[in-house]
């Protein structure tokens, strides 16, 4: 089912990329000035990766094979497809419009109004395809079909699936985060990567957690967790509010104690070990509400990070963080809180990372942040994912962290409550409802 997969992934963005318009109007509402090269650029982005990519897809497999094994849905499939011919006309009235602006015939207001039709119908679509066509092709495309899609869906050569058609649409929407304002991106002038070298994800557990219990004063907040990461894993663990998400990553990097059970990291019992020795060993963590030391610059911020690293790999080491997140090397000298939220989030990343993590583990790395930066966020930890880092991952966001990792945990209340690979649990009808609103 890796075409459906790839269908919803595509919704995301998509979505993502809606509510940051959405965004783009509050401000036009409130009197802020319009940005014509960015609501260009998203524009951009959102017609060619829907008529070049996404409709295509849609139109060619998942309707196709649709019409063929279930006919009742025939009139939900024509007025869908209906749409995805009216999206060209849809996208020249909107840049009419953004004209009108600029020539001082349009108010921004008057635009803002026009961009919230606009996603709004681009989020009923995208409800109608996830709540109806994606679980009736689940349940009735036959084997023979899903052969057929799935041919097409791997091969790195397609027009449409291929490297090279998802390699230009990161490129687009690199362009679109150069651009942003600040209230919506990185406000970077650049887009950089980390060299590969990775060594390859290996199989054996790297951390083992068994039957942990912490408590905050006579309230209970973990009871009883028993979790395992194996070694180049991504693992998320979802759940609400006051499930004791924070509360397992602050015990397992020793801020918070213990009161029972035990913490095995590569093979050795850490349980009672200092936080600064179990650093040391390799356990980084990026704190939930950045933390980072304000009056201090964003330089001798990640200098932190590397206090237990022998000194003459941290230029090394710095240099690489400002290759993942140019906007802090334009920045460097700064004060890190002059900063905006997603750029300390970036540098909060970053001064985990300066500690050359065995086990990253990343607490609400996404709180907060306008929509457009969440998704460049989640670009990052899927580098670090592919670099072969050990990765645990609380997020509230659990669409985006289950879909990035190759398992999960749910968390109720201080227990586990269900467990799985991260597509399973997306798929999981209790856990859609529960944490997906879907």
Known sequence: MD????????????????????????????????????????????????????????????????????????????????????????HRALRAAMAAVAAGEMSGPALATQLRHFTADLKSHILTEEKQLLPLAHKTLLKEDWVEINRAFHDPVHPLFGDAAQAGFRELYHRIVSVAPESLGLGGKSVGHLPGGASPAQAEVLLRVQGLESCYGRIKALKGISIEVRRGETVALVGANGAGKTTLL???????????????????????????????????????????????????????????????????????????????????????????????????????????????????????????????????????????????????????ALDISDRGYVLETGCVILTGSGNELVRNDQVRAAYLGM
């Open 3 to 90: 075409a459906l997969r790839i269908i919803s992934e595509d919704h995301n963005s998509l979505w993502r990329m809606a509510t940051t318009v959405d965004q783009l109007a509050v401000e036009l509402e409130a009197g802020v000035a319009l940005d014509p090269n960015f609501l260009s650029a998203a524009l951009d982005y959102i017609v060619q990766f829907e008529e070049r990519l996404h409709y295509p897809k849609e139109d060619g497999f998942l309707f196709h094979y649709l019409r063929l094994r279930s006919p009742e849905v025939a009139t939900t499939l024509d007025r869908l497809e209906q749409d995805h011919r009216d999206s060209g006309s849809r």
């Open 250 to 400: 602050r015990t397992l990097s020793g801020v918070q104690p213990m009161s029972a059970g035990s913490i095995f990291f590569d093979g050795e019992d850490i349980s009672r070990l200092r936080p600064d020795k179990r650093m040391r060993r390799g356990i980084c963590q990026s704190p939930e509400g950045r933390q980072v030391f304000g009056p201090l610059s964003i330089e001798d911020n990640l200098r932190l990070g590397a206090y237990t690293q022998p000194r003459h790999q941290v230029a090394g080491d710095m240099e690489k963080i400002f290759t993942m997140f140019p906007i802090l090397k334009e920045k460097r000298h700064q004060p890190a809180g002059t900063l905006s939220g997603g750029q300390q989030q970036m540098l909060a990343i970053g001064r985990a990372l300066m500690g050359r993590p065995r086990l990253l583990l990343l607490d609400e790395p996404s709180m907060g942040l306008a929509p457009l930066l969440v998704q460049e966020v989640f670009a990052v930890i899927k580098t670090l994912k592919s670099q072969g880092i050990t990765i645990l991952l609380v997020e509230q966001n659990a669409l985006a």
